[in-house]
Structures are given as C-alpha cells and as structure tokens.
C-alpha cells in the first residue's frame, strides 16, 4: 500500500500497514515497507498482536501535530482499526484513543471533537465506553469555550446513561462533571440542574450526599432568579439536613421558605457565619424581598395593596415600590396592576413560596366557592330558558288561534 493513501477499506493486517506507512511519513522515515516505525509495528503485530491498537493510539498523537490532508482520514481509519480490536483489548486501545485526542496539545480543536464524535457514533448504543466518549467530547469542547454547541443535547444525558448501562458510581460522577464543566462555563442555572441530579442518586442518608445538599442549598439561594425552594425538599439528603439541628445551611434556606425580610434580617444577626457562605449578602437581601412581596402578593390575592403597606414590608420608601413591583413582576413570582394614580397594587396572581396544609384548604374553600357561583350561573341560566321555552308556546299558541279563527 501507497503511504500517499489511507484506506478503511481492506483487511486488518492491510489497513494496520498503511496507518503504519502513514505515520512513518510524518516522522519523516524513508523506505516504504522498510521504514523503522513500519518494521516497529509489524513486529508487534506478529508477537503481540493485541497490543498494536494500543501502540497505534498511541503513535496518532502525531495527526494532531502535523499539517496534512489526509489527517482526518487517517483518524477515521484508526477508529474503525481500534473498534475491532478483541474485547480483551478494546477498552484499554479506545481508552489510548480518547487520551491521544484530549491529552496531545494542538490548536486542532474541530478535528478533535470531530474524531471523537465519529468514534461515539461509531460504538454500540449500549457499550459503556460511550460514556468515555462523551466525556472527552465534553472536554474538548469545553476548552475550546464551545459549549453552547453541545448545551441542546445535553437534556438527553439521562436517557443516555441508562443505555450506556453505567453503574451508579459512574453515574454520578457523569453529573458532577457536567455540573462543574458547566458552572465553569458560566451556565450557572444548568449546572445546577446536574448538581440536583447528582443528589438525586443517593437514596441512602451519608456524609457526602449531605456535603452536596450543603452546597446546592448555597448556589440555589446565590442564583439569580431562582426560586423553587421548595422542591429542594424532596431530596433525603436536604431532609437529612434538616433533622440535623446544627445545619446552618438548612436554617437558611428555612428562612428563604417561609420567612420574610424582618425574618431574614435577625436570622443573619444571629447566625453570621451562614450568611457568609453565601457569595453575595447583597443578592441575599433583594431575593428575599421580591419574596416578601410574593407573600403579601397571595395574602391579597384581588385585592388592592397600597403603596405604603409595600414600603413597610420591604423597608423602602415608597418611590421604590413600583421599581420592586416590576421587578418582581419580571421574577414571575406575581401578576399585578399598579394604579400609580391611587397608590395601589392590585395582585391578580402570586405564587405560594410553600404550599402545604393551610394552601391546600385556601385552595379548597376557593374551588368551593368557584363550583357553588358556577351552579348559581347554571340555575340562572336554565331559569332563563324556563321563560324563553315559555314564552315561544305562548306565541306558537297566539298565532295558531288567530289562524283558526280566520278560516
């Protein structure tokens, strides 16, 4: 075979050869057949014929090193090589394979992840050296600042764990890495969501599901825009928190459930060293009274609120109350009208920051009352058609006796 060609077609010992011919020739080694790497690799390939997808894994760190046409295809022929090593050696050559493309350094980021999505690909759905596979994609494109190109796919990771047949271990490992990828990438709200995956995993009550509880709790309340508290209670490891007395950072996320501002403000009084562990006291304070005013907000629901019952729930003047009503309009915490003419707000819509026993009855006597006015309606209504129905016989009846009557 011709140095000058690289073919996936052929059989093993021939495509083994030409990969072989090829990187002799980017070494820069004369004499075709006879050039020492192609010697090298053709010895292996007769004593130890297992380990030459190793070696040639390891030997393609030079495709990412020179300029070459015919790179690419070169690495396409080292994937289908690798895939049809025996099971015996496959992992540890694809394992070479992965490290070659993420390890060697070169400014050839797109024929990276482009070899590692052909070899993806190129594994059965259900082989767990997919996982490996992504993982190396997620880094490559990591380093490149790509991942928004990825970010759309990344929905599909649960789906594809359990087809990659990963054990529990890996699993988790899975989350932890695309949560720290992620918040690295500045993509604070998606990270989290693996940060709650991850938590997700531990059924059993331990020290290091609660150490990551202690952090979502913190990231959770540091997020902008981020108020679903309460779902963060459905995790055992958060319950395990909360039976533990000590945990400052359950206090604290106790507060951001039910408290309000006057809650907060003595809360940080007494507990310093947990307001600390949040990046921001300055974010803390404007989180908490867009959910103070989500509380009054569903304390009033279509009812007026004035200005000045606002101004003393938050602690501002009251020129900043339409400033905090847009705002926590624009948090989608509260729907509301404000009348600047009366001073007032009318709430038409709030969310409960937790909704439990006593939301559950306000829900109930609210449906009761809608079904007992929706029967009045009813009654109303067929009422009206009582006299409608009536009053059509009368006329039916009218003109049939004027028509006898003229006949």
């Known amino acids: 075979m011709s140095a000058n060609s690289i073919y996936v077609k052929g059989d093993t010992e021939s495509q083994i050869t030409d990969l072989a011919l090829y990187i002799a020739k980017l070494r820069g080694e004369d004499g075709d057949m006879d050039a020492p790497y192609v010697k090298e690799i053709q010895s292996i390939y007769k004593d130890k014929k297992d380990a030459v997808y190793t070696q040639l894994a390891k030997d393609a760190s030079i495709f990412l090193t020179e300029n070459n046409k015919q790179v690419e295809g070169a690495f396409n022929l080292l994937v289908v090589l690798v895939l049809q090593a025996p099971e015996a050696v496959l992992k540890d050559a694809v394992f070479t394979l992965i490290d070659t493309l993420t390890k060697t350094e070169s400014s050839k980021i797109g024929l990276k992840q482009k070899i590692l999505l052909n070899l993806y690909n190129a594994l059965p759905n259900d082989s767990t050296l997919r996982?490996?596979?992504?993982?190396?994609?997620?880094?490559?494109?990591?380093?490149a600042d790509e991942l928004?190109?990825?970010?759309?796919?990344l929905e599909y990771v649960d789906t594809w764990a359990k087809q990659w047949g990963i054990g529990k271990e890996t699993e988790r490992h899975l989350y932890q890495y695309l949560d720290e990828v992620l918040l690295n990438a500045g993509e604070e709200k998606l990270s989290l969501k693996f940060a709650l995956r991850n938590l997700s995993t531990f059924e059993a009550r331990d020290e290091k599901s609660k150490k990551i509880a202690k952090d979502v709790i913190i990231r959770a309340i540091a997020m902008d825009n981020y108020f679903a508290f309460e779902d963060l209670l459905q995790y055992p490891a958060v319950q395990q928190l909360k039976e533990d007395k000590n945990s400052e950072e359950y206090a604290l996320l106790d507060v951001f459930l039910n408290g309000n501002l006057s809650t907060y403000q003595e809360f940080v009084k007494s507990h310093p060293n947990a307001v600390k562990l949040c990046p921001s006291p300055e974010n803390n304070l404007h989180k908490m009274r867009?959910?103070?005013l989500a509380s009054l907000g569903s304390e009033n629901l279509s009812r007026?609120?004035?200005?000045?019952?606002?101004?003393?729930?938050?602690?501002i003047s009251e020129d900043e109350v339409e400033m905090w009503v847009i705002d926590v309009i624009r948090a989608g915490l509260v729907e509301a009208k404000l009348d600047q003419l009366n001073k007032t707000?009318?709430?038409?819509?709030?969310?409960?920051?937790?909704?439990?026993t006593e939301q559950w009855k306000k829900l109930s006597t609210c449906l009761n009352a809608w079904k007992n006015n929706l029967n009045e309606i009813l009654t109303v209504i067929g009422n009206a058609k009582l006299i409608a129905g009536g009053n059509t016989a009368a006329v039916t009846s009218a003109i049939e006796n004027n028509a006898n009557a003229n006949q």
Not at 132 to 143: G, K, P, S
Not at 148 to 153: A, E, H, P, V
Not at 304 to 315: F, G, R, S
Not at 345 to 356: A, D, N, P, Q, T
């Open 148 to 153: 928004d190109s990825l970010i759309g796919q």
């Open 131 to 143: 996982y490996n596979a992504f993982i190396a994609l997620i880094e490559v494109t990591a380093q």
């Open 304 to 315: 007026e609120l004035k200005y000045a019952d606002i101004a003393a729930n938050l602690q």
């Open 290 to 292: 867009l959910l103070s």
């Open 345 to 356: 707000v009318l709430v038409h819509r709030s969310i409960y920051r937790v909704f439990g």
